[in-house]
């Protein structure tokens, strides 16, 4: 029989490795032509409590790493009660135990063996995994030379020994496989390989996409989820004459971007929420200063600590409002591992030809998983540096005091940067005239306000939301890594006979809202957000009239949706849509 797809998943206690075969497998799969989405799960501590390391390989592109369970792989006690509820009907449980037991329990095939003691037998007590993946392998008929390769490439530090021993043990895995579950035996044929694919997650699309824009200076302090972007760029931009401050604290990564940024760097920082928040003085003395700056903010689970190793969207509204006193900002939230990519080298465009605040939004469940995604093109990433005055245009206009904050028609003054020697400009936190220098005058105050607030008048990214069936009855709107889920349950709620779209937002300030207009007046909207209050749905409400017909799905338990779920509450609100209508008529 063959397997159109695989959803497999792999749990045990944080420390036994669990990451690294999900990762092999992830990685082998993609090699054999699947498109791979990948979410982790595990806990906020340095070794112990159970984690788990989901795969799902399909023939065709996905955001989703699915509902279900094929193979489950269990290395603790804790794997199969937590994930019993996930198995498909005739999945293949292998769980670590003390004997050889294979039982067909309800619904599932649960095959225990010794797996450590298999690997100890076999001269490599670590090997326990390489068993697993070998049995895995051996149930998708999957060749076992696929695995030699990243066995080789995993362990090559190693030495010959051990990576001799951990191909021992996946033939082991075969082994196994064939002797007691040769009845559960399927094919999962190979595809054909299209080498215009990649395979990462988005916080390495973040760092890639910035680092392909030109991205000179960032400055950051560790903190989980987003530490894999600085860990990226630590080992690639200094090569290139870029730089990398791992800073003492969060105040000092935001307040270093300004300085690079003021000197004329491509200037970034990278947090999570807690980090945010103490950011926020700081990112006002950009808006003032009118200093180019990117914020990007890899939400997780709060408030405070709250659950730092779990997915949330709940930092919307506070980088929508963050900081002190008025000032434009833009805030972008890409969809996609794609998306991540290009919007990051959008976002150093942005910042610099609008010198102000872009905060660039993702989330844990975007950032720390990978996923198979179209190979990235170059010929689409510019850069653009606005307004930058040139020494000769500075000399052109004779003035050794730079008028920094010139009135312009479109909000945007001229900049130069330090070292032009006819353009000597003075910058402030404090309110000032054209010239910089500190004014509390009504007329100054008035005139700086007003044209910093004019700068992003009908400003529009490439693409500031996908839409799909605009002309459904009913749209679910989402950010983030919410589209995987909501598009697989609108793809089913359509094949159920429902009149359903979706719409994900990628521009979410300023809020293109004559375009949203369209779409979403009129039309019953449901937002699928991983957040207690609704914070995408109440912006929308605030911008466009459509609170008698919207409705939000939402999620706060540090998990990722599940499709089947978004499908069973939109029916729901559909129903209750419906019986308004009619009490209404």
């Known amino acids: 029989m063959e397997l159109a797809a695989l959803e497999w998943k792999v749990g045990g206690q944080q420390g036994e490795g669990i990451d690294s075969t999900g990762e092999i497998l992830a990685r082998t799969l993609f090699r054999y032509g699947y498109y791979v989405t990948t979410y982790r799960q595990f806990e906020s501590r340095i070794k112990g409590g159970h ?39 005739g999945a293949v449980v292998i769980l670590e135990g003390d004997g050889t037991k294979v039982t067909e329990e309800d619904g599932y095939t649960l095959a225990v063996f010794p797996l450590k003691a298999i690997a100890t037998e076999l001269g490599n007590p670590l090997a326990k995994n ?12 999957l060749p076992r030379e696929a695995f030699y390769h990243f066995i080789e490439e995993q362990f090559k530090r190693k030495g010959a020994d051990v990576i001799s021993s951990n191909k021992r043990a996946v033939d082991r895995g075969y082994e196994i ?40 200076f960032l400055s950051a302090y560790p903190i989980t989820p987003a530490s894999e972007i600085m860990e990226w760029l630590a080992a690639k931009l200094p090569k ?19 300085g690079a940024s003021f000197a004329g760097a491509r200037a970034m920082t990278t947090s999570s929420g807690p980090g945010i928040a103490l950011k926020t003085e700081a990112i006002a003395l950009a808006g003032e200063s009118e200093t180019p700056v990117v914020v990007v903010d ?9 659950m730092p190793t779990r997915h949330e969207q709940g930092d919307l509204n506070h980088l929508l ?27 150093l465009n942005l910042a610099e030809i609008y010198q102000t605040v872009v905060f660039l939004v993702s989330d844990l469940g975007l950032g720390m998983n990978k996923q198979t995604t179209p ?25 050794f005091f730079f008028k920094r904050y010139r009135l312009t028609e479109d909000g945007i003054s001229p900049r130069p940067l330090p070292g032009n020697p006819y353009a000597v400009a003075l910058t402030s936190s404090n309110e000032h005239r054209e010239d910089g220098h500190i004014d509390e005058t009504i007329e100054a105050r008035n005139a700086q306000m007003e044209k910093r607030m004019r700068k992003l008048t009908g400003l529009r990214i490439q693409n500031p939301f996908y839409v799909d069936h605009p002309d459904a009855a009913t749209l679910l709107v989402a950010v983030g890594s919410a589209r995987g889920p909501v598009e697989e349950a609108a793809a089913a709620l359509r094949e159920e006979g429902y009149d359903v779209g979706t719409l994900f937002l990628q521009q979410l300030a300023p809020l293109p809202v004559e375009e949203l207009r369209t779409l979403l007046v009129g039309r019953h909207v449901i937002t699928v957000e991983h957040n207690y209050t609704g914070q995408l749905l109440g912006w929308l409400r605030r ?20 499709a089947e779920r978004i499908v069973r509450e939109a029916k729901e609100r559909i129903a209750d849509e419906h019986r308004a209508e009619r009490a209404h008529a």
Not at 73 to 87: A, I
Not at 240 to 258: C, H, K, N, S
Not at 323 to 341: K, M, N, Q, T, W
Not at 543 to 562: K, M, V, W
Request: glycine share 8%; net charge negative; hydrophobic share 40%.
């Open 177 to 216: 496989a064939q002797e007691h579950l040769a009845h559960k035996v399927k094919t999962l044929p190979a595809r054909e390989i299209d080498p215009n694919r990649l395979y990462l997650s988005g916080n390495e699309a973040i760092a890639f996409g910035a680092y392909m824009a030109g991205l000179t």
């Open 240 to 258: 290139r004459g870029g730089a990398v401050m791992q800073v003492e604290d969060e105040i000092a990564g935001i307040t270093f971007a300004i």
């Open 321 to 347: 409002h963050a900081a002190h006193g008025d000032f434009p900002r833009i805030v972008l939230y890409p969809s996609s591992v794609e998306d991540a990519f290009y919007l990051a080298a959008e976002a």
């Open 543 to 562: 911008h466009l009239p459509i609170h008698e017909h919207s409705t939000a799905i939402t999620q706060y338990d540090g998990r990722p949706f599940f």
């Open 51 to 89: 984690t788990d390391f989901k795969v799902r390989a399909t023939p065709t592109p996905t955001h989703f790493h699915g509902d279900k369970v094929d193979i489950l792989v269990g290395f603790d006690d804790e794997t199969l009660p937590v994930h019993r509820s996930e198995l498909k009907p």
């Open 375 to 399: 190979r990235f093109d170059p010929r689409r990433v510019e850069i653009r540096r606005g307004k930058i005055v040139s020494e000769e245009e500075a000399k052109a206009l004779g003035e």
């Open 130 to 141: 390489m068993i697993a993946l070998g049995i895995t392998g051996g149930l998708i008929s």
């Open 298 to 306: 890899v939400q997780r689970a709060g408030p405070s600590t709250g």
